[in-house]
């Protein structure tokens, strides 16, 4: 029985589709599609049941699931358990886009010498949806907005750095801070984010009336509209703002409620703590 095979059941089971399976493999859905049924004849029963463009679970196959997954970690381990180090092996990370473009970089430099044999398998998205990927063990570890609840003890917490709340301008602006945010067409820092949801307690907290222009959540993308003169904005200095921007400028904003939180998080026993401290220390080390 090949690994690789459960590997594609376990995804198709996680996403509900073949065909996002093969997106996240890289696979055509016809070769997904082979390894079910190869699995299937292999175990004489019925894996999935199809319907349309989804694909569940059959009770016989629920029934296996957690040993499959537990094959797989342990697959996944081997490698980990013949090195003496225990720095071999996968990892996969979700960061947002401010980490990858800012803390990465450097990091996974670091990495190529203090643990080479670390495979790093980075995943993109926002705060919320890592999470809810850490939680279901669909990742190892995620670097995020710290989250604004209380998280339950099984998951281990450990705060990299806080970034500022900025008002951000183009360099020509001549007006202050709350001038510009009333009478200026304001790109929105999305409320729903929880990074947006700083930056909006204080517009709220100030009782200032914005123009809204758009509201997203990708702070390059603010960044960009602002330097190219379409608006104004609030936003957390994140590492990297001012690199490479032109005709930007950035106004630290006082007060301890609108920092922006940085965390390193994962599952307190999840088999891979060499590697998740081999990541913390290579941050740490690049943020001396």
Not at 127 to 133: G, M, R
Request: with cysteine; glycine share 6%.
């Amino acid at each position: 029985m090949d690994i690789r095979f459960i590997s594609s059941l376990i995804e198709v089971v996680d996403t509900g589709s073949i065909a996002a399976a093969a997106r996240n493999q890289m696979l055509t859905p016809a070769a997904v599609s082979q390894r079910i049924k190869a699995l299937e004849n292999s175990l004489a029963c019925k894996l999935l049941n199809r319907a349309g463009h989804s694909a569940t679970p059959t009770s016989e196959c629920l029934k296996i699931l957690p040993r499959l997954k537990r094959l797989v970690s342990e697959v996944d381990a081997l490698q980990s358990d013949l090195d003496e180090t225990g720095l071999s092996g996968e990892l996969k990370l979700g960061a947002i886009s401010t980490v990858l473009t800012g803390l990465l970089p450097s990091t996974i430099q670091y990495l190529t010498t203090s643990a080479p044999n670390l495979s790093l398998q980075i995943f993109p998205g926002t705060s919320a949806y890592l999470y809810k990927q850490l939680v279901e063990k669909k990742l190892d570890v995620i670097i995020i907005v710290t989250p604004p609840f209380i998280c339950p003890k099984y998951l281990k917490i450990t705060p990299l750095y806080s970034e500022k709340l900025g008002f951000v301008c183009s360099l020509e602006n001549k007006l202050n801070v709350e001038e510009s945010l009333i009478t200026m067409p304001f790109i929105q820092y999305d409320r729903s984010a929880w990074g947006g949801a700083i930056a909006d307690s204080y517009l709220i907290d100030k009782d200032i009336h914005v123009k809204p222009l758009c509201e997203i959540d990708a702070l390059e993308s603010i960044a960009l509209m602002v330097s190219r003169g379409m608006g104004v904005s609030l936003m957390p200095i994140f590492k990297g703002l001012e690199e490479g921007k032109h005709n930007i400028k950035v106004l630290p904003i006082s007060g301890s409620k609108y920092l922006r939180h940085i965390s390193l998080i994962s599952h307190l026993k999840v088999g891979k703590e060499p590697l998740i401290k081999a990541l913390l220390d290579a941050i740490l080390q690049d943020n001396q």
